[in-house]
Every structure is written in structure tokens, then in C-alpha cells.
């Protein structure tokens, strides 16, 4: 079964650490794999989207890294911010079959930076 | 450029009833897919279309059901609603398939089933 689970399920960091987010996945064959921040009560926005072949991408202050060997993806925030606070989601695109491009997604990582 | 739109943003009804969402995506973009997010059960895919046909469908009953009009808006139904379908309801826009582009999330629906 295609699966992506992420950890740890929620994260407390104080303003202007650094952490890191771990997601690992089973979803065979895949074409891309994207994370997901969400803002409680919004829809999920977009930050970086790697294909199998890639692996690293950043943006701005998150980097995003992917092992397609091992299956895990991992992303690293630097200098966190108040504005960080939010779900992070994994999410991985299936590349076979009848249910080609079907995304499966993670549980989310919640981050909740303190000051 | 405006984002995807989703109407309404609020709901509330009652078990049985039945209830439509509508989704507007970002002109041009040609798929609309459809999540259902609950706390417990994460961000489930319902189903996606792309070009008016329906491409793929998650593990969802019958009770959920979606179309896509030529200009590219989509609704979403839920017929004979259950308190467990009480839920923000997302959809995202695309220009190809979801899985090959970037995905467009708009705001959500929140149903609540009383």
C-alpha cells in the first residue's frame, strides 16, 4: 500500500533555531515529491517540489532534500520565524498504473515556534 | 491573477441533507481535484478532473460525487450526509494533471454535519 509518514508528529522550537522535518515513504514508482505548509484554518501553499531525479531544492529559508534510494525526504528550516508555526505535509506523486499522478499524502508535522 | 476560489466557506447542515461545493481555479489551469481533511484522518484525495473527465478517484463512497465544466469550475456533492462527514473540504487547481504540476489550494469548505 502507497504511504507517507512523517516525523515527529509535532515539533516546539524557539524563534531563530533551526530544525528539521523527516518523511519517508513507500509510494513506488513516484514521479515528484512536494511539501506542504498549511496555516491553521487556510489551504496548504506550496514550497518545493522535487522530482526522483533531484536531490535538493530550497526556498528562501527551507531546503528540501530526497533520497529516492532510501525513500525519505527530509526539510530543514534555518533561523526559524513566528510565521514558521504550521503543518507541514509531505506529499508524494504516484507514477504507475491507473492512478497515475494520484497524490498520497503525509499526516503533517505541526511546528509551533515559540519567542 | 486570483487564486482558486472556494464558496462557500462556511456551512453547517444536517444529517441527510445534501450539499454542493463549488471550486473556481486560477484561469487557465485545467485540473481540479478535491480533498476532504479531518484531524484524525489527515488530507484524504477524493477524486480529480481534468478537462471535464473524471481522472482519478480515492477510496471515498458513492455518497461523493463531483463534476467539471468546460470552463474548468468543479462542484463537489455529498448526498445523505453523516456526522462523520464534518470536515474542511479543499480544492486545488492545476494546469495539467495534478501530479505532473504545481498544485493551487484554495481556502477550503468548512462543513460541519449536525
Known amino acids: 500500500k502507497n504511504q507517507v509518514e512523517q516525523s515527529p508528529q509535532s515539533l516546539i522550537i524557539l524563534e531563530g533555531k533551526n530544525c528539521t522535518l523527516q518523511c519517508n515513504y513507500t509510494v513506488s514508482p513516484f514521479s515528484n515529491l512536494r511539501w506542504y505548509k498549511q496555516d491553521t484554518g487556510r489551504g496548504p501553499v506550496s514550497l518545493t517540489i522535487?522530482?526522483?531525479?533531484?536531490n535538493t531544492k530550497s526556498n528562501g529559508r527551507y531546503t528540501a532534500t530526497l533520497d529516492a534510494d532510501t525513500k525519505q525526504s527530509s526539510l530543514h528550516i534555518t533561523a526559524s520565524q513566528l510565521s514558521d508555526s504550521a503543518s507541514y505535509i509531505c506529499v508524494v506523486s504516484f507514477a504507475g498504473g491507473t492512478s497515475y499522478g494520484k497524490l498520497t499524502f503525509g499526516q503533517g508535522t505541526i511546528l509551533t515556534v515559540h519567542p | 491573477k486570483a487564486g482558486v476560489t472556494q464558496t462557500p466557506r462556511y456551512l453547517i447542515k444536517t444529517r441527510g441533507q445534501q450539499v454542493t461545493l463549488s471550486c473556481s481555479p486560477i484561469?487557465?489551469?485545467?485540473?481540479v481535484s478535491w480533498y476532504q481533511q479531518t484531524p484524525g484522518q489527515g488530507l484524504q484525495f477524493l477524486f480529480e478532473y481534468f478537462s471535464e473527465t473524471q481522472r482519478n478517484k480515492g477510496n471515498f463512497p458513492g455518497r461523493f460525487s463531483g463534476r467539471q465544466f468546460s470552463n474548468s469550475r468543479s462542484e463537489m456533492n455529498v448526498s445523505t450526509l453523516e456526522l462523520g462527514d464534518s470536515a474542511l473540504y479543499l480544492c486545488a487547481s492545476s494546469l495539467d494533471l495534478m501530479g505532473h504540476t504545481e498544485a493551487f489550494f484554495g481556502q477550503g469548505t468548512r462543513l460541519t454535519v449536525v
Open positions: 484561469s487557465g489551469h485545467r485540473s
Open positions: 522535487m522530482t526522483f531525479s533531484e
